[in-house]
């Protein structure tokens, strides 16, 4: 009996998923979150099902401007975003010192933003976090790029910048006009920004 093409496409299509869903047991969800595809479905499906963020706070979407807001630099004053880091692009990393997998990236984080010298992509990393937690971390574990800090919620800086789940490490690559180029869930691995930030 003779399979029609159509029967041979919905048999391959299945057998893929099942890969992906045996490879997903198998190794967990690192090598699909590795890919472009892999980041936005799991963006979507995270969204999905998210609680509203509260009236008046305003949400980042993919290819949409990062709405305007205010967060305290971890050794005093604030930063207004996007228009304080206007001009370059920037990669913006929200992380807490609780967090193994963002303690584990922060290496890649420091190496990437040094290598970007004056005029490349400009690195700003926003603690969700206690301050005197981060600055005993920081103090252990320094970086050359600057650091924000926030208090997790509802309206903290990564549900403004599109993770209302609050899943962390969460990084966005913001333009330099100010607009969400991308978003990942997850850690960085050793020189996986370079390609990643490349747009």
């Not at 029609?4 to 919905?10: A, D, E, F, G």
């Not at 706070?57 to 005093?76: I, T």
């Not at 984080?109 to 004056?118: E, H, K, S, V, Y």
């Not at 800086?157 to 609050?166: E, H, I, M, T």
Request: charged share 20%.
């Amino acid at each position: 009996m003779k399979l029609t093409t159509t029967k041979v496409i919905v048999v391959a299509v299945g057998a893929g998923l099942l890969g992906v869903m045996a490879s997903m047991l198998m190794t967990g969800p690192g090598p699909l979150l590795r890919t472009e595809p892999g980041q936005r479905l799991a963006q979507q499906m995270l969204q999905a099902n998210a609680p509203p963020a509260p009236e008046g706070v305003e949400v980042a979407e993919r290819g949409g401007p990062v709405p305007q807001f205010e967060v305290a630099r971890l050794e005093g004053g604030q930063w207004t975003l996007p228009e304080d880091f206007a001009g370059q692009p920037v990669l913006i990393n929200i992380w807490a010192s609780w967090c193994p997998p963002c303690v584990e990236e922060m290496p890649e984080l420091d190496r990437f933003a040094r290598a970007q010298g004056a005029d490349g992509i400009q690195v700003l990393g926003i603690a969700l976090d206690e301050p005197e937690a981060v600055r005993a971390f920081l103090a252990e574990v320094p970086v050359g790029y600057p650091q924000g800090i926030d208090m997790p919620g509802r309206a903290d800086a990564g549900v403004r910048l599109g993770n209302p789940r609050g899943v962390m490490p969460y990084s966005v690559l913001v333009s330099a006009d100010g607009r969400v180029l991308k978003q990942r869930i997850g850690p960085f691995e050793d020189g996986e920004i370079d390609g990643w930030a490349r747009h």
